[in-house]
Structures are given as structure tokens and as C-alpha cells.
């Protein structure tokens, strides 16, 4: 894509009302536009973002055996009845709306009844299970402040997965796998290393549950890190039985902040005993089902990459979720230097390498600038030198390290 | 995927609650749930069908040179007051809700004043256009009534593109690439020959607009078609002066039912004036924008493609949005024909063939009824036959026939 036909333009001021690092960077390189508090439009660049990290989530829920489906926003009064929880005494951020005959309905903030309900249809016997499904999709929910950005949204883009299962041991194994997949995913959106697996409470399904924190000043957690066995526990559950629990020890542990970008529940029969939703096993018996759920706040990890991953000058985007591959910058207007740039812009494209190309007739400073508060993790720079040399200077985002390639050799690197 | 990892079953019996063709189908066959009249969840069949539109939909807005983003589905109420379409006596689809602080919201029944209202912050200039915008994403409307399945729905995903233009030839020249790009899409998705660029009325916005509309006994839409011209005209303007303007004869036209499964419009600078978004020309003299409104229901789309490609037996998806390319189905239990099969699933997974193979263990009639009411565009079926022979038999769901071939060719001809 060429710069000059991206309609949004960076902006050097941060915008007034916002205090988050993360809606303050991707507002001013325009990757997101504020409808309301808590509240985003997507723009070019940030949905590109989004779809990649949705697309990451996807191939790892994919390898789990996760089966994808998409449900509704519109949410039936009855079915949320069923376990209490269409009580706005109960559930504190539900969206309520009303069709024209008067019948209440509400907006979904998860989906477990929902989805429970509509397996009555499906399952029935030991065959039907296990069962993994999952989808990427909008929740809202009526938070009463909201100043995080991205990280805390009124409207946003959530990936849960529900699990279904005959035994404990069927449950347990999955589980397990869970966290390793999750994991996965959050290496692969580039902060593995800041991510662990904590221990925590397990709210109103069981006594213990699993989130995955990521640590950072601005987050709203406070965990307790064991730094070689990669493990840690939530300030929620830190007394001794939650430390013997979860096998950590009071003086290996570091006090840290964090951010919660996914979670993990054993939620037991909780929704699937009151919806009758059981299974007949080999010999004729009806069974309850053991459920589980696995969330993933999409919109949530994308604002966590850019307060953890970003410096005085702006984002740093991890390669594989980067909104293009190479930032081709060309500088000044040398007929020759544009050509070449130009060249290499379409050859890229014929390569299929994604490629953002700054084919603007701005100063160096400008561009370099911009290129720098985008984020993308290549920058590639045409410049007199390019057209003396041959050579091609390459700009690595997160070291700030530049060094020379030729073409062909930096081709061969980015084909997919 | 194999069928017996799919947890939706087909149906013999049509849902009681459904009178739409559609609806009945595509439940039947395990596409889509229903969870309330008008609110649909799409099962991982119905999902595969649905990207595969969005996908031919992405294609032909970015070869217009549309700019994929999304929007919001919460409104705020200023944004809606400025052209007047906040007050449910001019607008009465709304679903409204509230936030915590009694501060109404709506749910986005389409976009154009949050589009226009956004580019406030971008566009300025007459470098800035022209800008053509598109987005695919879940619309709410509050309809009294909702019976057509999931052509008309309460909750449905739409894509609308927005073009920002200087000139009335420029808006022209794009209005008109636009049309051709429709009957592209409607092509691919195997209903080309059957709809039509209609003209009509034009609403609010000017005198005329264009729908497409397709020929369906299931349509609420009266158009007249000229068969010879590609053409026709909507009865709510076929007068002289609609026949005149669209360049048609009443002498050359068949009356027929249709369903609209797109619409395009000039909508001139009725949103854009009022939100002050205006460029200044090369002169540095302020100008207006004319806009323009580009709608394809994505998910009544397919609805329609049910509606008139399906037989007694089942749907008939045409090949680009089939929800695989082929439908492996293996005959009886004899060991080498099992194995027979399972190599040629994982044959086709490793060459990148999409395969819903069926290796359930039932009679060869229910798999064959099963396949039949998927619709899944090419069958393979795989029994002694394919063991002694070396012949694959291929049946081609649309027109019936069953041709041979070997694994090589077939291979070939699949393989993207």
C-alpha cells in the first residue's frame, strides 16, 4: 500500500482526552479512532493488526481441536434466567435493549448460556464428546469507567473457546494443552517473555483458575512472579494454601504489576446441569458434562503489545503481527531514487510481501518520524546511497539496528 | 475436516418455527442456529460459507480501491440528531440502549453519519480524495417482523462502502465501476444469471438509484426485467420517466418477484454538508463532498444463493463459496476401503484441498442424503468400485452428473 493512500495521518500531539499509552500511540498513528469512552472504529492500519492477531489465535484454537462458529450479539432474557445471571443485581455490565413488542433483550457479555442452550440441540451422547468450540467475536459491556484504551472496552473484540467434557481427566488434559497454546499465542504476538502462566482465583465456578498476566507499570494486577520456574500467583490467592497449591514457594516469588490478557476456568457443571445438557454414556447412563472456559481479550492483547513494546518515539510491532512486513521509505526527490523505489515497491508486491511504501513528498525527518511511532517492524530506506551502492539499508524497529542487504537476499527473507 | 468431528447433525424434519426456504435448509443441514426470529448463529459450516463471501466481497472492494475498517456497533446520539435520524419517529429500526449514566446509545442499523462524522479528523484537502471506504460488519435493525430467514435479519452482517468524491464525473465514473464490481461479486457467487442492475428509486438521497435484485419466487420486490439489455427496473419508479431515464422500452420487459441483494447510491451532500466535511481545492476554496452509500447484505446474500440454487434433495452451493471444494465420502466397511479413503484425506490435506470427508459409519443411503442436503459442490465417493478400478466416481452436486477420473487429475484440478 502506498502511504499517500492511507487517509489517516499521524499526529504529533496526543489526544486530549485520553490518558492510556496505548489509545494515546495508535490514535496518533492512526490505527484507531475513538467513538466514545471505551469505544474504537478500526482504521486501515489497526484492523490489519487485529487480523493478524486474530488469525495467530485462530491456527492455535484450530490446533487444539477447537471447532470455530459465530455467535449472537442479541441475547434472549430467558436463557441467561436460567442461572441468575439476567439480573442486573447479579451481572453489573449488562447492555439491555428492547424489541418493538416490548420483549427485553440484552447485548452479550460472554456466552455461556448461550452456547450451552444451543448444544442441547447437538449433544446427547458419549460419541457428541469431547467438544471444543470457539469464536472471535464483539461483547459488550457497560463498565462504569473506562480510560484503559483498548485494554478495557465497552465494546471489543473477545476469542472464547468452551470446552465439553465426559471425565475430569478429559478435562484436566485439554486444560493443560490450553495453557500451552495460550502461551504460544502470546509468544507469537511478541511478549512471551513479560507473559505467565498465574495462578489465581477461580471467582464463582471453582476455587482455583488459571490467567495468563503480562507485566506492566500500566497494569491493574498485582501477581507474584517466580522468574525460573515461569510461573506465578495472583495477589487474590496469596496465602499459603494458594502457594502450596500452586506450587510456588513465598521466597522465590517478585512482587510485579500485570495485565490479564487471557484466562482459563474449570467451570464444572455450573451451566450445563440447570440447562439439562447431559450425555449418555456407553452403557445407557446419563452423565453431566463438564465445562470449561478459555478467554482471550483480542482488542485487549493488541493495546497490551503497545504499552509493553513501545519507546519515546512510538510502537514497536513484533514481526508477526506487524500491519505490513517492510516500511519502504524513499527520501528526497531524485528521479532516480523514486524509480528505484518504485521498483522495488512493485516487486514486492509481485512477492507478496506486504509492504507499506512511503511515497511521499515530505522531508526525511517527517518520514522517519512517522515511520517510527507506526512501528513496522522493517524499515527499509532508498535513498543516493541505495542508488550509488546497490546497497540497501535495513532498520530493524526494536533494536534500532541498521544493516545492509541487497534485494534479492532481503527478498528471500520476507517471501512467505 | 471429518464429519464425525462435526457436532452439528443434519435434520430431516424442517424446524416448526421457519417458513422460509432458506431458514429450513440451511438448519436442516446444520449452517446456522436459530435464536430468536431474525438472529441467526453461524455453525462452523455456516461460517466457512460466510468467509468465503466476505472474502470474494474483500477481493472485488479492494480491486475498486476501497479501504478496509470497521466501525462501531454502539452510537452516540449527537452523531444521529445532526441529519435528524436519531428520533425513532424518522428512523424506526433503532435499537437503543443506555450506558450507566442514563446516556442513550443505538445500536449501528448502517453508518454513513459515524463515517462522515470520523472523516471530520482526517479529510481536508483535495489531495485527501477521492476516498472510497468499506467495511463488513454486524448491523442491528428492529424490524416489526422477521420471517425470511436469514435474509431479513434483526442482527446480520452487511458490507457497506463509502465514497468520498470531488466531482459529480468523478462520483459517476466510480458509481459505475462500482456496478460492474457488484455483478461481479453476485457472479462468483454463482447467481450472475439471474441478477440484475435495477434501476430505482432513490429514496431520500436524489431521484434514482441501483439495486440488484435476484430473481426469486421468494422475493418481496416487483421488477421488470429486459432480458436482452442485462437490465430492469423497480415498479416503485416504472413509469414513463423511470423508463426513459433507465433507457428501457415497456414493450422489451417481463414482470418478475426478486429479492435485493445490493443497492448503490448517490447520496450527494446530504450528510456531508451538515457534519461540515469539506476539502479545499487547489485554489484553496472550500467545496463540498459528494458521498455515496454501497450495500451488500452479506448474509442475506447467501440466503438468497439457498434460496435459488437448491433442490428437493438439499442446498447446491456453486463452487466459490461451497463450504468445502469436496465432499469425501467413503461406502461400506471394508478395511481397504477405509484406508483407501483415509489416504486420500490426508493426500488432499497436505495439498491444500478444503475435504469434509465422511467417515461415519452408516448406511451409504444416509450419506448420500446427508451430502445431497450439505450441498457441497463436488462429490467423491470412494467403495469397492474405486478399490478394483483405480476410477474415482465424481458427482457434481449442481447438474447431477458423475463423471470418472483418477486421483491425479482430480488433484490437478483442485489443488489452488
Known sequence: MRQSDL??????????????????????????????????????????????????????????????LVLTSLQRKDVWEKVGRWDDKNVDVWFKTKLKDNVELGLGFTHDEQIVNLLTEYVSSYKDLPLYL????????????????????????MKDLYSFTRTEEEQDEFYEKAKKSYMKVFSRCGIGDITFCTFASGGTFSKYSHEFQTLSLAGEDIIYVDEKKNLAINKDVFDEEGLVTAGLKRDDLVERKSIEVGNIFKQGTKYTDPFNLYYQDENGKKQSILMGGYGIGVTRLMGTVVEVLSDDKGIIWPEEISPFQVHLVSLGNDENVIKLADEIYKTFQKEGI?????????????????????????????????????????KDRSSGQTTETDLKSFIKKFKK
Do not use: C
Not at 470457539?134 to 473484540?157: A, W
Not at 522517519?368 to 546497497?391: M, N, Q, Y
Open 7 to 68: 487517509f489517516t495521518k499521524t499526529r504529533k500531539e496526543a489526544p486530549k482526552d485520553e490518558v492510556s499509552k496505548n489509545a494515546i500511540l495508535l490514535t496518533r498513528a492512526g490505527f484507531i479512532n475513538k467513538e466514545m469512552a471505551g469505544v474504537y472504529s478500526y482504521l486501515p492500519l489497526g484492523l490489519k493488526v487485529l487480523k493478524k492477531i486474530e488469525n495467530i489465535i485462530r491456527e492455535e484454537m484450530n490446533a487444539l481441536g477447537g471447532k470455530e
Open 354 to 394: 506486504e509492504v507499506l511504501y512511503d511515497d511521499r513528498n515530505v522531508r526525511a525527518g517527517e518520514k522517519f518520524a512517522d515511520s517510527d511511532l507506526i512501528g513496522i517492524s522493517t524499515r527499509l530506506v532508498i535513498g543516493d546511497k541505495a542508488l550509488e551502492s546497490k546497497k540497501l539499508e535495513v
Open 134 to 157: 470457539y469464536q472471535i467475536q464483539t461483547k459488550f459491556r457497560n463498565e462504569l469507567r473506562v480510560k484503559s484504551g483498548i485494554m478495557r472496552g465497552r465494546e471489543f473484540v
